[in-house]
């Protein structure tokens, strides 16, 4: 044991150490973060004890408001008041056409395939906004907890796209935080009512949020959460609730299609007021003040809301039925349905859940809090304070994969609900004499037509070597990790030369973009961006260090010998050394160095954790 | 590391062969992934990042190949030096071919049909017995297989691949009614 002790004295080597880490929950309407104290997660209120934080941010020359400060100014100042910013997230200018007409916003430029929305403060992309609501949490995490946090876990809908969940890990990064993984929401919400109810067996979770709906199956089994399909609508939750009603109104006001940005936002408040009390009651009055001192009133009933509300929950039946049929599981098979989401407080759709999955869905865990508090449970995991602990977390691939191939048509390459990871490769050939580049066009979605699939990136191939036509032979590998992210690889075979990768992506900030955002937040407020940057390579090398040091500590002894063992130790050294004022890139290029010295340690782990795994069975049981 | 050399069979400690048994599979999967899965590495170093995502992939991509009849037959079939070429081999069963056609016959006249719940039933229950019935028929050939057998093997599993489709695409046709009823 007397080996382990390599730090240096008085340096601070507490393997005990709790780490601090984070669940965010970043919804449409509201945002909760929640962390694991004494074992227990909760979620984290604010200085005036409210759990929930309004996803709204407000952009004014003298600076910025977020949550329910700006939330009061979304009917005065609508154009500078931006909510709902996670309908507009990871998507194209081509998309707010069709979704910008309800979003009482003034869009512009489009030097970027970004949107961006005008407002006093210059013009903000989603992501800008999302990260505005993240630091927010992300700060309040840090102030209760009393230092910063490590890691978060950030709670995406299992419906999010590709470009969607590369936006929401580009506001993080905006944010300053480490993304520990994007976990799925009602992954999230399985996770916490499954461990606390000791749950096994399969269950359907069905998840409609402010903006989102997903529906996912899984199989719960010993600690492990294994999704058997996902399904839903990246566009569909409470807010068009609202607007079916506020459009109800509308009709029944005789006002036209042209009313001002601050009328769209005092029907929509009219219409979620309504919607709330119809929980309650079957009868509610409603009034709404039109410009110029004049107000309609008037009274809406259940039934009514039902009947404009039903093609919405149809929507969301169908998608629970296609799903059912994915997982190939029947409605008998599934056990409980967790219900989760504010609007599963809508009666019309706990009945209507009901009736499709014939039983009583489960209302009794708090639909806005159970998310937030899975993340935590999952982030506490994944930062390193439960070693040993047995969850684990299978997730799928919501949308298929696919490529243009001739015709514009899409050639399926990693289909839906495939689990993550999951790598795939394909062989691409040129089609000229000495071609030395090809183009390759991803895709998401289910349809045939490349025209009604989402557009991800295109890439080109270059640096293909010189050849007669059809002679080149290109493996390409797409990659999805565990966050449902793509990272594309490809290898010209029968050179070896390593084609060079150009990514374009479709929609989403490209990295520069990123970089100039991070300058200028950073320029904002007024900090040394060589020391910020500094600092964050020796957070970097920090963890490198603890994560090799607490390899040591478990089998450092077993798998090394005296003179790997020295290697290892002096690789270290280095690292910590260079680490304490070296600059950005010698740690950065330390840490690369010490990765590559202690590679054949790192293999050799893993190794024998597969070993350890396989240990428990013996090929006999199978040869009776 | 995994040693991506191995065959999916020696990756799950299970014996090479095409009846596989669900349960100790999935449990090995688990046990598997438990250790391997890129969240053991959330906090790791960058390397061992990469190799969990290789590592965990392969692992999904074995389970799914070994838990799948069809997927695995034409893997054990590969095992044994014999390639199909998915694209454009077919069985030459004309008896075989012909019920196909008929199957598919009555798919698509389900569309026009009043109440076809009950017949798209029917159907998908008698296309899944033509599998299972294939199953056992492959899984002969594949207890001690020569030349000859794994021949008969590699045309079973054409009919297999036919079937399969055909069973797709009436899933697909099922969630259109359905679609439709709303």
Not at chain 1, 205 to 220: A, E, H, K, N, W
Not at chain 1, 308 to 322: G, H, I, Q
Request: proline share 3%.
């Amino acid at each position: 044991m007397a080996l382990l002790q390599i730090a240096e004295p008085g340096q601070a080597q507490a393997p005990h150490q709790h780490r601090l880490s984070a669940g965010i929950d970043l919804g449409t309407t509201n945002s909760l973060v929640a962390t694991v104290r004494s074992g227990k997660a909760e979620t984290l209120p604010d200085p005036q004890g409210r759990h929930l934080l309004p996803s709204v941010v407000r952009y004014r020359q003298s600076g910025i408001e977020v949550g329910y400060e700006a939330k009061q100014s979304e009917v005065d100042d609508p154009l500078n008041t931006i909510s709902s910013a996670k309908r507009l997230i990871g998507r194209g200018v081509d998309d707010i056409k069709t979704l910008g007409s309800q979003l009482p916003y003034d869009f512009v430029g489009q030097q970027s395939s970004v949107p961006r929305i005008k407002t006093e403060a210059g013009d903000i992309s989603p992501v800008e906004v999302s990260a505005e609501v993240l630091r927010q949490l992300s700060e309040r995490a840090e102030g209760t907890l009393g230092g910063p946090l490590e890691g978060v876990v950030i709670t995406v809908p299992a419906y999010f796209d590709e470009a969607q969940r590369q936006a929401t890990k580009d506001a993080a990064k905006l944010a300053g935080l480490h993304v520990l993984r994007l976990l799925n929401e009602p992954t999230a919400a399985a996770v916490a009512y499954g461990l606390d109810k000791g749950a096994e067996g399969v269950h359907a979770i069905y998840d409609l949020g402010g903006g989102t709906f997903d529906i996912s199956i899984l199989r719960l089994n010993k600690g492990v959460f294994e999704v058997l399909a996902t399904g839903g609508d990246s566009a569909l939750g409470g807010d068009d609730f609202d607007r079916c009603v506020a459009e109800w109104i509308m009709q029944q006001a005789g006002l036209d299609e042209n009313v001002s940005p601050g009328m769209v936002k005092r029907l929509m408040q009219a219409a979620c007021t309504a919607k709330e009390a119809l929980t309650q009651t079957e009868q509610t009055d409603i009034e709404v003040s039109i410009e110029a001192g004049e107000s309609w009133q008037g009274s809406l009933s259940r039934e009514q809301f039902n009947s404009l509300v039903d093609p919405l929950v149809t929507k969301s039946m169908m998608a629970c039925r296609r799903t059912l049929r994915d997982a190939g599981v029947s409605v008998d098979e599934v056990q409980e349905v967790v219900m989760v989401g504010g609007s599963t407080r809508v009666p019309r759709v706990r009945e209507k859940v009901g009736e499709l999955f014939n039983t009583k869905p489960l209302v009794d865990i708090d639909p806005d809090r159970v998310v937030a508090v899975g993340a935590a449970i999952q982030a506490d995991i994944l930062v390193g304070n439960k070693p040993g602990d047995e969850m684990l977390l299978l997730d799928v691939i919501p949308l298929s994969l696919g490529i243009e191939t001739m015709g514009g048509l899409s050639e399926k390459l990693i289909s839906r609900n495939t689990t993550i990871p999951v790598a795939r490769a394909q062989e691409f050939t040129t089609f000229k004499d000495g071609q030395s580049a090809i183009a390759i066009h991803v895709v998401q979605g289910e349809r045939e037509l490349v025209a009604d699939c989402r557009s991800l990136a295109r890439f080109e191939l270059r640096g293909i070597p010189p050849m007669v036509a059809g002679a080149a032979r290109i493996r390409v590998t797409f990659a999805v990790d565990a966050d449902g992210l793509l990272s594309v690889s490809a290898i010209e075979q029968s050179s070896g030369v390593q084609a060079n990768i150009e990514v374009k992506p479709s929609y989403g900030l490209t990295d520069q973009e990123i970089e100039t955002m991070l300058r200028d937040s950073i320029a904002h407020a007024d900090q040394d961006k060589q020391a910020r940057s500094q600092r964050e390579q020796q957070v970097e090398a920090e963890r490198v260090i603890e994560a090799l040091q607490a390899a040591l500590a478990e089998d450092g002894e077993r798998l090394l010998d005296a003179k790997e063992r020295q290697q290892v130790d002096a690789a270290l050294e280095t690292l910590r050394n260079v680490s304490k004022d070296g600059d950005q890139e010698q740690i950065k290029n330390q840490i690369a160095e010490l990765e590559k010295s202690c590679g054949f340690y790192v293999e050799r782990r893993m190794n024998q954790s597969i070993q350890q795994a396989m240990s428990g069975h013996s090929v006999d049981e199978f040869e009776q | 590391m995994l040693d991506f050399s191995k065959n999916y069979f020696d990756l799950f400690g299970l014996p090479v062969g095409y009846i596989v048994d669900a349960s100790s599979l999935a449990d090995r999967y688990r046990d598997l992934q438990r250790v391997v899965h890129p969240d053991r590495y959330a906090n790791g170093t960058e390397q061992e990042r990469r190799l969990s995502v290789q590592g965990a992939s392969l692992i999904n991509e074995a389970f799914e190949t070994l838990k799948d009849p069809v997927a695995r037959a034409a893997y054990l079939l590969s095992l044994h030096g014999v390639e199909m070429d998915a694209q454009n081999e077919s069985t030459q069963d004309m008896a075989f071919l012909m019920q196909q056609m008929e199957l598919r016959e009555e798919l698509e006249s389900l569309r026009e049909q009043a109440g076809p719940f009950e017949t798209l039933l029917d159907l998908s229950g008698r296309i899944n017995k033509q599998i299972t019935d294939l199953v056992a028929q492959i899984a002969m050939q594949f207890e001690t297989p020569n030349d000859e057998q794994l021949q008969e093997a590699r045309e079973i599993l054409r009919k297999m691949r036919f079937l399969q489709k055909l069973r797709s695409e009436t899933e697909r046709v099922e969630a259109e009614l359905e679609d439709r009823l709303n």
